[in-house]
Antibody, heavy 118, light 110 residues
Framework: EVQLVESGGDLVQRGGSLRLSCAAS????????INWVRQAPGQGLEWIAY????????AYADSVKGRFTISRDNAKNSVFLQMSSLRAEDTAVYYC???????????WGQGTLVTVSS | QSALTQPASVSGSPGQSITISCTGT?????????VSWFQQHPGKAPKVMIY???VRPSGVSNRFSGSKSGDTASLTISGLQAEDEADYYC??????????FGGGTKLTVL
C-alpha cells in the first residue's frame, strides 16, 4: 500500500523553528516529486513547496520562501520541511503527498498540526 | 501567486448534476492542461478526483468529470449522492513552476 506519514508537528513560539518529516512507503520513493501543502484551521489548501527526485529542482510559495527549506533523503524514503522564523499565520495542518505527474497529488498523508503561539 | 477563483458554495438535490467552476489566468489554468480537483470530507485528508483536466484516477466514480475552456476549469458531478457532500478544491500548475489552489467550494446535498 502506498503511504505517506507526516510527523514533527508541535506547539512552537513565534519566531521559533520546527522540522517536519514525511516518511514514504509502498512505492519507489526515489522516482517521485514530493510536495507539502498546508491548511490553516477552517481555511482552504495552500501549496507550500515541492522537491523533485534528484533534489536539484525545488520550488517554494512566496509566503514561505526564505523561511522554509525542503529536502529529501532517498535512502531513508523521507522528505523534510525545515521551518524557521515561524509566524502565527503558519499555524496549520501540514500534508505531504506524492506527485504522480503535475499536480496529480496522490496519495496524501494524514497531516501533522503545527501551532505557532504568539 | 493569486489563488484560483471558485464559488464559495454550491448545492443540489440527490440525483441532480452540479458544476463547480475554477477560474485562473493565462499563466496557470489557461496555459497548461495540468488542473486537478480534490475532494475533502471534514477531518480527512484531500483525495484527488480529477487530474490533467479530464482524467479520473482508478477507483473514482464516473459521475465525476472535468473540463476546461480558456482560463476556466470545471468539475461536474452527476447523479448527486449524499456522500458527495464535501469541500472541493481545484489546483493548477503555473508558468512560474509553482502550484496554485482555488479557495475551495462547499458542496451541500439537499
Amino acid at each position: 500500500e502506498v503511504q505517506l506519514v507526516e510527523s514533527g508537528g508541535d506547539l512552537v513560539q513565534r519566531g521559533g523553528s520546527l522540522r517536519l518529516s514525511c516518511a514514504a512507503s509502498g512505492f519507489t520513493f526515489s522516482c517521485c516529486t514530493i510536495n507539502w501543502v498546508r491548511q490553516a484551521p477552517g481555511q482552504g489548501l495552500e501549496w507550500i513547496a515541492y522537491i523533485k527526485s534528484d533534489s536539484r529542482t525545488i520550488a517554494y510559495a512566496d509566503s514561505v520562501k526564505g523561511r522554509f527549506t525542503i529536502s529529501r533523503d532517498n535512502a531513508k524514503n523521507s522528505v523534510f520541511l525545515q521551518m524557521s522564523s515561524l509566524r502565527a499565520e503558519d499555524t496549520a495542518v501540514y500534508y505531504c503527498m506524492r506527485d504522480r505527474g503535475y499536480v496529480f497529488f496522490d496519495p496524501w498523508g494524514q497531516g501533522t498540526l503545527v501551532t505557532v503561539s504568539s | 501567486q493569486s489563488a484560483l477563483t471558485q464559488p464559495a458554495s454550491v448545492s443540489g438535490s440527490p440525483g441532480q448534476s452540479i458544476t463547480i467552476s475554477c477560474t485562473g489566468t493565462s499563466s496557470d489554468v489557461g496555459y497548461y492542461n495540468y488542473v486537478s480537483w480534490f475532494q475533502q470530507h471534514p477531518g480527512k485528508a484531500p483525495k484527488v478526483m480529477i487530474y490533467d483536466v479530464t482524467v479520473r484516477p482508478s477507483g473514482v466514480s464516473n459521475r465525476f468529470s472535468g473540463s476546461k475552456s480558456g482560463d476556466t476549469a470545471s468539475l461536474t458531478i452527476s447523479g448527486l449522492q449524499a456522500e458527495d457532500e464535501a469541500d472541493y478544491y481545484c489546483s493548477s500548475y503555473t508558468t512560474s513552476s509553482t502550484v496554485v489552489f482555488g479557495g475551495g467550494t462547499k458542496l451541500t446535498v439537499l
